[in-house]
């Protein structure tokens, strides 16, 4: 009876002693290789005490001094192959992973974090080690970038897409700017880069000097596709100055998507006006506009319809008053072809040719035609005298309050009839002026 | 006689009488008539280019309009071809209103003939004796109701009739004037005087003359030995003139607004201009009756095209005058055009000489090209841009 249970008991030890050599014979005590025991997340083959899967004995004798008695079981690479296949299909290979360089980011036996590396979540000493340090010093940095989730983004051994992106560079960004991607959706109007193109056509996905991480700063980035915004904020006399401010294109227009045609932030009104609607902007300060148009019975027919580029050009003008034809700045500028054209590129271009006619104007004394008695000739007034540009409560846009005339505001006292009109401003006696007979002077 | 030459007469009379068909065959071959060629379209400008312009076809009587009498109704009728023919002998005037094509005859019979081309229809003016009629219309102006204007050079008036043909009044006696054309507009009569070289204007209710223009300070600028007038639908009055060989444009307060051309033979050049008409589009056709050409320009002075410069297979004017544009009936005369050259436009023109005297052609483009446009090409980059009062902006 006990000869049995001796025998299976020897049986057992022996087994047991070849079977799991670990337990056996292991290689991790405390007296020799004790760090590798201490690892928090050891690799899983040293984990189940199983050195010999990557450590092939090569002679009896361990440790033998000046020698070793183990090798690798495989070159580099190739040995973590063994267990880790399924590398090198793709088409583009984190270089590390082409040369089977698997050691210069994993540690064969294990660290303190996961994936074998030395590194957290925050990636950013591992890929430095390697990897251009500046873009990730910046001003301004992307979210990822900045607390180095590397691999929010890339891959870190291969991919079928550039750069180890883990997917197409619009996918990857929109995969977290999900709320953008639904907002763009349904967006009435997309700047086409942003519907069509990768959003590091303008954004740098690391960092950059330039608030929201731009690869230059506006207006310099957008100019490089609105070539011609280019060509005339370089060569134009008056800039508006908006576009070359802090924010730059943006003051104005939204850069992704918006409601408006041409990509405005609002519509053409509300945006101008949230500038132009004040009174402290500028020294000395613009007009408001806003309360210029509050209130009026007439304005001005682009004005009506909220077209203020209509005659203004938003980004910049060799003209007075960012206005798209010339126009004098002076109170008297008597008229010569080309001087008003801000004005007659609308309005009938024969209305100060002619001293007499039927045809040009209905402010004529019979056929004298009274636009070129006043603003042709030595004392010639602009239109501005008598008109507002943009609203008036009088008719024909003939200002009530009177125009600015130094100190004095000069009124005008226009009153209009069926066939002509009179007359009593600040600076004659009252005339009246009628179409159909003529009246004396 | 001997056998023998009896043999030899008798060959002799053979050849004889051989040589006598032959000649008589070859004599007969005179009778035979002419050859009538297969002809393509003309076009204008030639191949290779696009074709622009047709020539659609041409009248000189009535035998051109109306429907043929049969061989068969002229044997019994006891009539020639020539007998029913109504021939238009020496035309100038023509217009195209509301489907009928007046033109105005100086010669054989001096009246208008107004034809109606899809009805098959030709006739003159309503006979009116006496203090109607008319001695030598040159140029005429058509109202949309029918009401006839006519410009008589040699009773020195402006000859006015209703749409039935009744002469109700004439202008210019108490002016002693030369009226060689007449234009209107919604309150007035143009009537262009060639004694006096300016236009005098008549109110259309009371006949009553009102004022003249055309004479300008600046003398270069003023009317001089004008022929032909018309105006557009922007109330501009485009006047051809012979002295300077130009074409001088006013508003209708008499403002001189621009002026077209000049004495010479460059393209855009004049020698004799005469008829002259704007289309919608604006664009100017002028008449040359010495280049026998039709010049045309857009609305920016540039020269487009000109067309009709003899010699041609078929298509060139001869001394032509007068010229009338209309966009009426293009149904029918797109019959008369090319299938694949579609219209936009007719224009008649009246050829003093020659055989054909109204000469018809089509404004049009191939079909799938783009319509004709007056558009102007973009200035090459650096080039100023040209026209008056330098306008910027916009």
Known sequence: ?441 | MHKASKDLSRTRYFSRSLLIILSGALLMAGCAGPQVAKKGPVFFPGPPNEPKVQFLKSISGSADVEDQRSKLQLLVSGATEKDTNRPIVRPYGVRYVKGKLYVSDTQGPSTVDIMDLRNKSFNYLKENPGRGQLKKPINLEVDVDGSVYVADTLKKEVMIYDPTGTFVGSLGREQNMKPVDVALDKDFIYALDLNDSDIKIYDRKTLQYVRSIGKTEDKSQGLALPTNLTIDDKGLIYVTNITDATVKIYDKDGHFINKIGQLGDALGEFTRPKGIAVDPQHRIWVVDGAFQNVQVFNENRRMLMFFGDPPLVAGALNLPAGIALTTEDLDYFQTLADPDFILEQVIFVTNQMGDAKVSIYGLGHKKGSAPTSTAVPAPLPGAKPEGSAGQTGK
């Open chain 1, 1 to 441: 009876m006990k000869t049995p249970i001796l025998a299976l008991a020897a049986l057992a030890w022996f087994s047991l002693s070849y079977a799991t050599p670990a337990l056996a014979a292991s290689c991790v005590t405390t007296a020799c290789h004790s760090a590798i025991g201490a690892i928090k997340q050891p690799h899983a083959p040293v984990k189940e005490g199983d050195c010999a899967a990557c450590h092939t004995q090569k002679v009896k004798e361990h440790p033998v001094k000046g020698a070793k008695s183990f090798e690798l079981a495989g070159k580099a690479g190739a040995l973590c192959a063994n267990c880790h296949d399924g590398m090198g299909k793709k088409k583009y290979q984190h270089a590390p992973v082409q040369e089977g360089a698997c050691i210069s980011c994993h540690k064969p036996h294990g660290t303190g974090e996961r994936f074998l590396l030395e590194v957290g979540e925050d990636r950013t000493a591992l890929c430095i080690g390697c990897h251009d340090p500046a873009p990730f010093k910046q001003n301004f940095m992307h979210g990822p970038a900045a607390v180095g989730s590397c691999n929010a983004c890339h891959e870190p051994h291969e991919s079928s897409e550039k750069d180890l992106l883990k997917g197409p560079v619009r996918d990857v960004c929109l995969k977290c700017h999900a709320d953008f991607a639904a907002t763009m959706a349904a967006a009435a109007v997309v700047h086409p880069p942003v519907r069509d193109d990768a959003c590091t056509a303008c954004h740098n996905p690391h960092g950059s000097s330039v608030s929201m991480f731009l690869n230059k700063k506006m207006p310099d980035l957008c100019v490089g596709c609105h070539k011609n915004i280019g060509k005339k904020l370089a060569g134009v006399k008056f800039p508006h100055k908006p576009v070359m401010a802090q924010g730059g294109c943006a003051n104005c227009h939204s850069a992704h998507f918006g409601k408006s045609k041409g990509l405005l932030a609002a519509d053409q009104m509300t945006v101008c006006l949230s500038c132009h609607g004040k009174d402290d902007l500028g020294t000395p300060p613009l007009k408001n506009i806003k309360t210029q148009l509050a209130g009026k019975k007439f304005l001005h027919g682009p004005v009506r319809t909220g077209d203020c580029k209509a005659c203004h050009d938003p980004h910049g003008s060799d003209n007075f008053r960012l206005l798209r034809g010339s126009y004098p700045a002076a109170l008297y500028m008597p008229y010569k072809d080309g001087l008003y054209d801000a004005c007659l590129g609308c309005h009938e271009k024969n209305l100060l040719r002619f001293a007499d006619t039927t045809i040009y104007t209905g402010f004529r004394n019979g056929n004298r035609n009274l636009h070129y008695v006043h603003v042709v000739g030595r004392k010639g007034r602009t239109c501005r005298i008598c008109h507002e540009p943009h609203a008036s409560n009088g008719e024909k846009l003939i200002s009530k309050e009177g125009t600015q005339f130094g100190a004095w505001k000069i009124p005008i006292n226009f009153v209009i009839t069926s066939t002509g009109g009179s007359c009593a401003p600040g600076c004659h006696r009252k005339f009246k002026y009628d179409r159909v007979k003529a009246e004396a002077l």
